[in-house]
């Protein structure tokens, strides 16, 4: 009896990385939403006639914190100040590259307060402050991808804060211009999934983004720079899909954005499930509650 043997296929380069998706540990600020309620309105996500419910809003956050923990993350917290229920969202206080932060100006006088607030938590916790003049509205709008900041303008931040941002850290910045409101921050329109290593040891880096939410401009940079990045549908940017957190390995999601959590297990991620849906009344997800502390290299190694 005759056996026919076929020849092992070549895997795919999707399905080489998926292989070797590597956990990195992160450290993390993050702010307990113990005044969280919608008061105003300084994005369409806030309707203040809506109630909303402290105590879940409370419940759901210290899962997402209690979920970084238990990946192995290290968590730093910043006292909430009575008054500035939006200082939950962390990641718009501040833009943090090896222990140097700069820090955020806040375009609405809401949120105003807050800039002081979190660079008086960065000079107390051993970090160099570079005091902004531009408008800025911190990792909301700007997110390190690899060596290159991709940094967001349209809605908050201003582009004379790029320059401002590149002069402070050294680094390229890609200005990409967002055109929904819904989606007025960058991370609410980019996830940053992993580094990994490309041709001849350069380093690039895995995304996530909506097209959708950018103008034209900029959908062509992101199609040049980033060919292989997942393509998210308008349903999961539309339940905060996008506004997650990734080490490398685990993406913590919007349990809602069902087709991007599907593009994520075929890259070989491990999709983290964090319902967030009262601190979405605020206009926020996982990632805005979420401020990146980058010490230094050796962090990641």
Request: glycine share 10%.
């Amino acid at each position: 009896m005759s056996t026919q043997h076929t020849a092992p296929t070549a895997p795919t380069a999707q399905a080489t990385a998926a292989a070797t998706r590597i956990q990195q540990h992160r450290s993390y600020l993050m702010c307990r939403p113990e005044h969280f309620v919608v008061s105003y309105t300084i994005n369409p996500w806030m309707e203040p006639a809506k109630p909303t419910d402290t105590a879940k809003a409370l419940a759901q956050w210290q899962v997402l914190h209690d979920t970084y923990v238990a990946l192995g993350h290290d968590v730093h917290l910043i006292d909430p100040i009575p008054g500035l229920p939006d200082m939950v969202y962390t990641a718009n206080g501040g833009f943090v590259i090896d222990g140097l932060a700069y820090g955020a100006k806040f375009r609405f006088a809401e949120r105003a307060p807050e800039g002081p607030a979190f660079m008086e938590w960065f000079r107390d916790n051993g970090f160099e402050v570079a005091e902004p003049v531009e408008v800025n509205e911190g990792e909301g709008d700007f997110l390190l991808v690899g060596d290159t900041i991709l940094a967001g303008t349209g809605f908050r931040s201003t582009g004379d804060s790029h320059r401002e941002l590149g002069e402070v850290f050294g680094k390229e910045v890609v200005s990409l211009t967002l055109t929904d409101p819904r989606f007025y921050h960058l991370d609410t329109a980019i996830s940053v999934l992993d580094p990994v290593e490309g041709p001849g040891g350069v380093e690039r880096a895995n995304i996530a983004y909506l097209p959708a939410a950018f103008d034209a401009r900029s959908r062509g940079i992101l199609a040049e720079r980033f060919p292989d990045a997942i393509l998210v549908a308008d349903s999961d940017g539309a339940v905060f899909g996008l506004n997650s957190a990734s080490d490398g390995l685990n993406v913590l999601i919007s349990p809602r954005a069902t087709g991007f959590e599907a593009q994520l297990r075929e890259r070989g991620y491990h999709p983290v499930l964090v319902d967030l849906s009262e601190l979405l009344l605020g206009g926020g997800g996982i990632k805005c509650c979420t401020l990146e502390l980058r010490r230094g290299q050796e962090e990641n190694r």
